[in-house]
């Protein structure tokens, strides 16, 4: 285990060096600006150290003398296949790939057919440290090359991030073949506002979490929340923090928002804004292409009202930089409105009150959650609940999911420190 870690730490101090250039090509492959391309680069090395030093807190080997002697064991999962979405490319290359190398599992990844290229600097980085060649395999193509890799026999993993429709299929496939899974899916997450809330607090964590990357967010806080009384104050912060949001050239390093990730995905953002007006929604700000912006695939931050929850646009992920605001009665019917949905991936409370937001935040069914702001920490667990998810990625817990448990009953007599010391010595721990 530690000579595999060693591998992802020289890993990662290559790919350091090389952040520039890898962040120049994610920008040139789905838009993301430079600046925060190449930060990410950095970060998606920190999440391999990160890793790397886990892997040391895995217990291999444990005796266990409960109820008789036995070692459980922990062995690699198998092959994986790893299948990853576009919208922060090669980091979700690095959570996908990073966990299973350390766990000894081997690994075929398939990106999506948007982004196919920055994936092969993590290839080289490992190659260049030490990864024996086979080990990490890549193949290109779309949804039919990922189902056909989900549903080849010598596949014992599939672990899979993208599109709820897509997770329901591939979960079917394994399902029936009894394949172990992990499954990333869409989100459509509320913030919940509180009569104490700070609105300048709210606009800016909604705009973090909704417009940066163009809202290409799984975790974005797509609906908000607001109580009545508050509705015309909330929509003047979120508007006015729109307009601080606009998009431009990703090559600029002071851009902080590029274009949508193609032209199929523009059509599906305006198209859900289209519905979402025919529907009775009113646009408050963007909704369109901005002027001057004619090339590209470019989308304004939007804030709708007059929405419902139950039109398409506060039920679909739109995966753009869209909010809708809803307005709330009280606690119980924010935190009903909040749970009224098939998804339950990330959610936040906006109060002053400690006490009140740790309460909402036990009352919302999702797997993440923040008070006051919008983190996304991958040191912990992440991953969603109802049609968000299986599994979790990231943290200790998403180290853990590459391993199998393996128990060894032992005699009674057994010698439980040399038990220990011949299955380390042939396991090479
Ligand atoms: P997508 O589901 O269309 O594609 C994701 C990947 O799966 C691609 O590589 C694609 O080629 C492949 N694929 C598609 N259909 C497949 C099938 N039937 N069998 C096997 N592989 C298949 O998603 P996308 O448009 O690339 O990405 C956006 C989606 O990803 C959003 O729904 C977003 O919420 C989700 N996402 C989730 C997380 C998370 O951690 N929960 C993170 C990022 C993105």
Redesign the pocket.
């Known amino acids: 285990m530690e000579k595999r870690a060693q591998v992802v730490r020289s890993a990662a101090e290559l790919i350091r060096v090389a952040a520039p250039e890898i962040g120049h090509l994610v920008t040139s492959e789905m838009g993301q600006p430079i600046t925060i391309a190449v930060e990410l680069v950095g970060r998606g090395a920190d999440t391999m150290d990160f890793f790397a030093d886990m892997a040391g807190r895995i217990a291999m080997t444990e005796i266990r003398t409960d109820g008789g002697m036995a070692a459980v064991v922990r062995e690699p999962v198998g092959v994986v296949a790893a299948?990853?979405?576009?919208?922060?490319p090669f980091n979700?290359a690095i959570t996908k790939i990073v966990p299973h190398l350390l766990a000894g599992c081997s690994v075929v990844f398939?990106?999506?057919?948007e982004t196919p290229f920055d994936v092969a600097y993590l290839v080289d980085a490992l190659t260049d440290a030490g990864l024996p060649s086979g080990v990490l395999n890549v193949v290109t193509g779309?949804?039919e090359t990922?189902?056909h890799l989900?549903s080849h026999p010598d596949i014992d993993k599939v672990s899979?991030?993208?599109?709820?429709?897509?997770g329901r299929?591939?979960g079917a496939i394994a399902g029936g073949q009894l394949k172990r899974i992990q499954l990333?899916?869409?989100?459509k997450s509320a913030a919940i506002v509180l009569d104490d809330a700070d609105l300048g607090l709210l606009a800016a964590s909604v705009a973090r979490g909704t417009f940066f990357n163009s809202g290409q967010v799984?975790a974005a806080l797509s609906r908000v929340l607001v109580p009545r009384s508050l509705q015309d104050s909330a929509v003047e912060a979120l508007v006015d923090v729109a307009a601080k949001w606009r998009p431009g050239d990703p090559f600029e390093s002071t851009t902080t928002m590029g274009p949508l990730a193609g032209r199929r995905h523009l059509e599906r953002v305006s198209g859900y804004v289209a519905r979402a007006e025919a529907d009775g929604a009113v646009v408050r700000t963007g909704g369109r292409r901005p002027d001057g912006l004619e090339r590209g695939f470019f989308f304004e931050s939007t804030v709708l009202t007059d929405v419902d929850n139950s039109m398409a646009i506060a039920r679909e992920?739109v995966?753009g930089p869209v909010v809708v605001v809803i307005p709330h009665d009280g606690v119980d019917d924010a935190v009903a409105i909040a749970n009224d949905s098939q998804y339950g991936?990330h959610g936040a409370v906006f109060t002053a009150s400690e006490r009140a937001a740790l309460e909402i935040a036990s009352r919302v069914r999702t797997g993440t959650f923040t008070l006051n702001g919008f983190l996304y920490n991958n040191r912990a667990p992440?991953?969603?609940v109802k049609a968000?998810?299986v599994g979790r990625?990231t943290g200790l817990e998403g180290l853990e999911s590459c391993f199998e448990l393996k128990t060894i009953n032992l005699p009674s007599d057994a010698d439980s420190l040399r038990i220990a010391d011949v299955l380390q010595g042939e396991r090479g721990e």
Do not use: H, Q, R, Y
Request: with cysteine.
């Open positions: 299948i990853a979405p576009w919208n922060g979700m398939k990106p999506a057919p779309g949804a990922g189902e989900v899979f991030t993208g599109s709820t429709a897509a299929k591939i990333e899916l869409g989100g799984c992920e995966f991936l992440f991953g969603g968000s998810g990625d």
